[in-house]
């Protein structure tokens, strides 16, 4: 037990990180817009964990989030306010651009990490789920179904990431991401306009 708790202890803020991670994604299932509110937190204190592991860009990433958070709740609370913000789905050429951009900048990225230098242990994956994170983050701004697609993809790949480089609440939360992207997908669907 008292290795548990010294585990916790040494990586609080990936411990509190995921807490609030959690709280985040559970509310922007059921469109509840404190879901923005517990995505600033989670973000604050991921920054911190992050850090601490030399993942640069998902330092930078956390910053976004937060940026994603105010953008989001603005836009649902004018949304709601208006009963305009109605969950949709997109086109597959639509996605298909989102890709390849996300793929371009993935590339992009990576070669920036290596050149600049900027301590990052695994430059392709910090720049691949970076950028694969936003993508859907800026997309459930919008209430677009495909968001939680991409969220499954790129928690199963960040899932096995953090569980071969030991950081076990971070594959904890990317791992329980994957149950929570479908049922986000599931219930959103059932929103469509």
């Given at each position: 037990?008292?290795?548990?708790l010294?585990?916790?202890?040494?990586?609080i803020?990936?411990?509190?990180?995921?807490?609030?991670?959690?709280?985040?994604?559970?509310?922007?299932?059921?469109q509840?817009?404190l879901?923005w509110h517990a995505l600033i937190i989670a973000?604050?204190?991921?920054m911190?964990?992050y850090?601490?592991i030399?993942?640069?860009?998902?330092?930078?990433?956390?910053l976004f989030?937060i940026?994603?958070?105010i953008?989001?709740?603005y836009?649902?609370?004018?949304?709601?306010?208006?009963?305009?913000?109605?969950?949709?789905?997109?086109?597959?050429?639509?996605h298909?651009k989102?890709?390849?951009?996300?793929?371009?900048?993935?590339c992009?990225?990576t070669i920036?990490l290596?050149e600049l230098?900027?301590?990052s242990?695994y430059?392709?994956l910090?720049?691949l789920?970076?950028v694969f994170?936003i993508?859907p983050m800026?997309?459930?701004?919008k209430k677009?179904l495909?968001s939680?697609i991409?969220?499954?993809l790129?928690?199963?790949?960040?899932?096995?990431?953090y569980l071969?480089?030991n950081?076990?609440?971070f594959?904890?939360?990317f791992f329980?991401?994957?149950?929570f992207?479908i049922?986000?997908?599931k219930?959103?669907?059932?929103?469509?306009?």
């Amino acid at each position: 037990m008292m290795e548990i708790l010294n585990y916790i202890i040494d990586n609080i803020y990936q411990f509190l990180g995921v807490i609030f991670s959690i709280v985040y994604v559970i509310f922007s299932i059921k469109q509840n817009i404190l879901c923005w509110h517990a995505l600033i937190i989670a973000s604050i204190l991921n920054m911190f964990a992050y850090n601490l592991i030399d993942l640069p860009l998902q330092v930078m990433m956390q910053l976004f989030f937060i940026g994603t958070a105010i953008y989001g709740w603005y836009n649902w609370h004018q949304g709601e306010d208006k009963g305009k913000l109605k969950v949709k789905s997109w086109d597959t050429s639509k996605h298909i651009k989102w890709v390849s951009f996300g793929l371009l900048t993935t590339c992009v990225l990576t070669i920036l990490l290596k050149e600049l230098n900027l301590d990052s242990s695994y430059p392709f994956l910090d720049s691949l789920m970076f950028v694969f994170n936003i993508i859907p983050m800026y997309l459930t701004g919008k209430k677009v179904l495909e968001s939680w697609i991409y969220f499954i993809l790129i928690d199963i790949v960040s899932g096995v990431f953090y569980l071969i480089t030991n950081q076990y609440f971070f594959c904890f939360l990317f791992f329980c991401y994957i149950g929570f992207a479908i049922s986000g997908y599931k219930t959103w669907k059932k929103h469509m306009t």
